[in-house]
């Protein structure tokens, strides 16, 4: 199929990433299913998009709501899994393993259950792209289970890659990007660090959900990329 348009169906994409990818790919001419769990929130973030888009809110989290979603939509060209979760950080003396497990059923089980049940309808050559972090690759102290969860992620791409053949299957590892997922943090305090750690990267900035959504309409789009983990981070990898 190369780079013509096709159906793509986008976990997560009420907010942040997943919402720049939605507006990504419906601007390229894709016909998109953006899903969450809050059917008001999908409804009020796709309002002002303009092309072919709807929305379908379920748990994403629940195999039976993923089977009974991929059995109703029909045949689909892509999947984008834009699903995250905020537990797992830490340094690892004190780290909550409660919480590690918490992180790994909000992020790695649902994006591994969305492939797996949307399998039978997912064209044969079309795409699966998962959504990283950089935290799997940088060694950064107190985030051993934030790569652990991302990680696990990563290490499937290129066995998945061969295994679901001539299905591409990829990730995009993103680094420090505004999204809500900062939110937690007081609003001073979070400035700081983002204007802290852009003075620290070789871009000079700290990302935007428009540039992990270029990332992603990329690896959507280049039928000849399969296998790899294209990280956009503003060059924290390089430090």
């Known amino acids: ?3 013509s348009a096709g159906r793509v169906v986008v976990f997560g994409g009420s907010s942040g990433i997943g919402l720049a990818t939605v507006r990504r790919l419906v601007d390229a001419g894709h016909e998109v299913i953006a899903t969450g769990r809050d059917a008001d929130k999908l409804c009020a973030s796709l309002v002002d998009i303009q092309g072919p888009v709807r929305h379908e809110a379920f748990d994403g989290t629940q ?13 689909i060209d892509h999947l984008v899994i834009a699903l995250s979760g905020g537990d797992g950080g830490g340094h ?6 409660l919480a590690l497990r918490r992180g790994f059923e909000a992020k790695f ?3 591994v259950q969305a492939v797996q049940a949307a399998l039978p309808t997912l064209r044969k050559g079309g795409s699966v792209t998962f959504l990283t972090s950089i935290s799997a690759r940088i060694a950064n102290p107190g985030t051993s289970g934030l ?4 990680g ?7 066995v998945l890659a061969r295994e679901l053949a001539p299905t591409r299957v990829n990730a995009v590892s993103p680094g420090v990007v505004e999204t809500p997922w900062w939110n937690a943090m007081p609003e001073e305090a979070r400035r700081q660090f983002f204007a802290n750690h852009a003075s620290e990267l070789p871009v000079g900035r700290i990302g935007q959900p428009d540039d992990v959504a270029q990332a992603v ?5 280049n039928g000849y990329t399969t ?3 294209l990280e956009c981070d503003g060059g924290l990898h390089l430090l």
Not at 147 to 150: C, G, K, P, T, Y
Not at 217 to 221: D, K, P, R, S
């Open 1 to 3: 199929m190369g780079n």
């Open 63 to 75: 195999r039976e709501s993923l089977d009974r979603f991929f059995s109703s939509v029909g045949t």
């Open 92 to 97: 690892f003396q004190e780290l909550d393993l």
């Open 109 to 111: 089980w649902p994006h």
């Open 147 to 150: 790569a652990a969860i991302n």
């Open 152 to 158: 696990a992620i990563e290490a499937m791409v290129p």
């Open 217 to 221: 309409a990329y690896l959507v789009g």
């Open 227 to 229: 296998g790899s983990v």
